[in-house]
């Protein structure tokens, strides 16, 4: 009797942030305070990707393959996170004549990064 193959990424979102699960046993994770830009990117043929950035170009990839709708419904949370610009994106990843190698930006903080303060040893 064979099972059903494991899947090659398990992802798992939950209010504190996103986690993505690797078949090799590596692991991408990024809080949702942490997040400062979305982009969109992949190929339609393949999989979509969302990819999470911090501040320091840290991030998560999401296949939307392995997003579902808690995933979308935490994106909107963000600050001024527009879901239109979202699907807009998505779809033109999907045209063939898109560039796949471009991430499309489809949102960034609106909240300027907040400066190391000033340390002062003795």
Do not use: K, N
Request: with cysteine.
């Amino acid at each position: 009797m064979h099972g059903d193959p494991v899947p090659d990424t398990y992802v798992y979102v939950t209010e504190e942030g996103v986690t993505r699960h690797y078949a090799d046993g590596s692991v991408e994770a990024l809080a949702w305070e942490d997040v400062v830009e979305v982009r969109v990117g992949g190929d339609f043929e393949v999989d979509v990707h969302y990819i999470l950035l911090d501040r320091d170009g840290q991030g998560c990839v999401v296949p939307r393959s392995a997003t579902d709708a808690s995933f979308l419904t935490r994106l909107r949370y963000l600050p001024d996170f527009d879901l239109d610009r979202l699907a807009v994106a998505v779809e033109r990843v999907g045209e063939e004549e898109q560039d796949l190698d471009v991430d499309v930006v489809v949102w960034r903080s609106p909240d300027p990064p907040t400066p190391l303060p000033d340390l002062e040893y003795d």
